[in-house]
Nanobody, 124 residues
């Protein structure tokens, strides 16, 4: 498994922005696929953004498409999630995840390495 550490969460007003960061212990075959997931109290974990690192192909859930952007910095072993136009419904714990090969990049079941999460709270 890969060690993943998220940061960048916090409290923000609706319409604001946050950038989440995920520091990976290494980028290698165990991190061919990476994603950002979120889980609100009482709800299932939801995939919001994913990337196949080799070709940088990205995927987004309909709920965040056009507002969130996933990106990577291979020189720093970092994964990012830029979140703009935040809405109350975006409030959740956000997790970074990695997989050697996720066939469905937004499916939590495809991932075997997880960070501890960072809380995002959006208020109006």
């Amino acid at each position: 498994q890969v060690q993943l550490v998220e940061s960048g969460g916090g409290s923000v007003q609706a319409g604001g922005s946050l950038r989440l960061s995920c520091a990976a212990s290494r980028f290698d075959s165990r991190t061919n696929s990476m994603g950002w997931f979120r889980q609100a109290p009482g709800k299932e974990r939801e995939g919001v953004a994913g990337i196949y690192r080799a070709n940088r192909t990205t995927y987004y859930s309909d709920s965040v498409k056009g507002r969130f952007t996933i990106s990577q910095d291979n020189t720093k072993n970092m994964l990012y999630l830029q979140m703009n136009s935040l809405q109350n419904e975006d409030t959740a714990m956000y997790y970074c995840a990695a997989s050697p090969r996720a066939l469905t990049v937004l499916a939590a079941s495809e991932y075997n390495s997880w960070g501890q999460g960072t809380q995002v709270t959006v208020s109006s």
